[in-house]
């Protein structure tokens, strides 16, 4: 295994790139039983279809960096059971998350997620992990610009106060 030898998949992950990648996939595989219980959740046919395609990503980059740590002798974190599927009308109301509720939570999600990639991005020696991170990044940036139209069609969108007009100065 050659240090910097010009062949990234025979350096060694240091210590920040096996803590950032193993962080990720721990994150990766809760966020995806939350979001398949989110699916049970959700009455709106275009956010369930946003969630699948979620979910699916979810799991194809969690095969690659299960991947990329087996192959580096890295141990892997405990997986969540996947969750079973349920009509949304066997869920007491009161018991459900409603659709503006989950889209503002996975919008959040994917706003840690791009920071957490680019957190890894920033620490990586292995132009190979750093690759496969924007990789990730660029696809939870294509997710947040469709979450981001969904919201705003359904009236999901709560802006913050808009500055419409910029105020007279002043002069002394």
């Not at 989110?38 to 956010?47: A, K, Q, S, V, W």
């Not at 990730?136 to 969108?157: P, S, V, Y």
């Amino acid at each position: 295994m050659g240090i910097l030898s010009g062949t990234p998949e025979k350096e060694p992950m240091h210590y920040g790139e096996v803590f950032g990648v193993w962080s990720y996939l721990s994150t990766t595989k809760g966020l995806v039983a939350a979001y398949q219980t989110f699916i049970n959740h959700t009455g709106d046919r275009d956010l369930r279809g946003f969630l699948e395609d979620v979910v699916r990503s979810m799991k194809q980059e969690s095969e690659q960096v299960e991947n990329l740590l087996k192959i580096n002798g890295v141990g892997l974190p405990p997986s969540p059971p996947e969750r079973p599927t349920a009509s949304l009308e066997s869920i007491p109301v009161g018991a459900r998350f409603n659709d503006a509720e989950i889209a503002a939570g996975v919008g959040r999600d994917i706003a840690a997620g791009l920071t957490a990639c680019s957190q890894v991005i920033s620490q990586c020696i292995r132009e190979d992990i750093a690759m496969m991170f924007g990789q990730f990044h660029m696809t939870k940036a294509q997710f947040g610009a469709r979450l981001l139209r969904i919201n705003k069609e359904k009236g999901w969108l709560v802006p913050p106060p808009l500055h419409v007009s910029t105020p007279e100065p002043v002069h002394a």
